[in-house]
């Protein structure tokens, strides 16, 4: 079992060896990508905390304190990136960009981009905005892997939920593959959809050398969802949610899957 610490978590480079990796024989390398912590409430407005500074107590009441967290993931193959984040930009720069380059790693490095679904705080970064006001694919050297209904879903539903502006490229870039259902990427990444927190999520499972990397975006978001039964207000379906992250805990447990939470402020990263 490894959990690591929020300090260690953004310290190493693409080129140190890091505790996600060596473990048991493992070649696959993790690298999470904190764009920090944020309160939500009902608005569905992602709004920075500081934990140092703003008082727990003050936040909204029933709003919810999560961090944003998407993951690099260095395979034999590829670089892979999954999920792309707010799409926040910090002095004029994607704060996903910052995070990668203070990795050593460039937006030209990512191979291929697994997204579990298009809400906002996840597909921000899919794509920028030049000067004239138009939307372009981020990773350009990158294959994005989308679920083709989940974008229909996206585009139709919109704000606040989704960001449409930002991911309409999606539906006419040449390195977009819409995927239909489940299936398998390079004989070593599985995805399935599992219609849980939205009604097209999908979640990933990236296997090497008898090592297994499971990411399961916001059907299992956290740590401590995995340990308690938890019906989520804001799933699409709670109980499937509940139900899913029950049998991935115990699956992960027994085959030492490592897990990778995307909304997680203390354990981005646990290793069964
Ligand atoms: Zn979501």
Redesign the pocket.
């Known amino acids: 079992m490894y959990l690591c610490n929020e300090r260690e978590k953004n310290k190493f480079t693409l080129f140190i060896s890091s505790p996600f990796r060596g473990r048991r024989g493992q070649t696959m390398q993790v690298i999470p990508l904190s764009e920090g912590v944020f309160t939500i409430d009902k608005s569905k407005i992602f709004v920075p905390f500081n934990i140092q500074e703003d008082d727990l107590q003050k936040r909204a009441v029933g709003s919810l304190l999560v961090e944003v967290l998407p993951f690099v993931v260095i395979t034999k193959k590829d670089v892979l990136l999954l999920d792309t984040g707010l799409g926040f930009s910090t002095n004029g720069e994607l704060q996903l960009f910052a995070n990668l380059k203070a990795n050593g790693i460039q937006p030209e490095h990512i191979t291929k981009v697994l997204m579990s679904?298009l809400?906002k705080?996840?597909a921000g970064g899919v794509s920028i905005k030049d000067r004239l006001g138009n939307f372009h694919i981020s990773f350009p050297n990158a294959v994005y892997y989308v679920q083709q209904k989940e974008l229909q879903y996206a585009m139709d539903t919109g704000f606040p939920s989704y960001m449409t502006e930002e991911i309409s490229v999606l539906e006419s870039s040449s390195n977009v593959v819409l995927l239909d259902g489940d299936g398998t990427i390079d004989n070593y990444i599985r995805y399935h959809v599992t219609g849980a927190?939205?009604p097209y999520h999908q979640v990933y499972w990236i296997e090497e050398d008898g090592e297994t990397i499971f990411f399961g975006?916001?059907d299992a978001p956290q740590l401590q969802q995995m340990k308690n039964k938890f019906v989520a207000k804001y799933d699409y379906d709670g109980k499937k949610c509940m139900q899913l992250r029950q049998q991935w805990w115990q699956e992960g447990q027994q085959q030492h899957w490592m897990f990778l939470f995307y909304h997680d402020v203390k354990s981005p990263v646990y290793k069964g």
Do not use: P, Q, W
């Open positions: 679904h809400h705080d996840h927190h939205s975006g916001d």
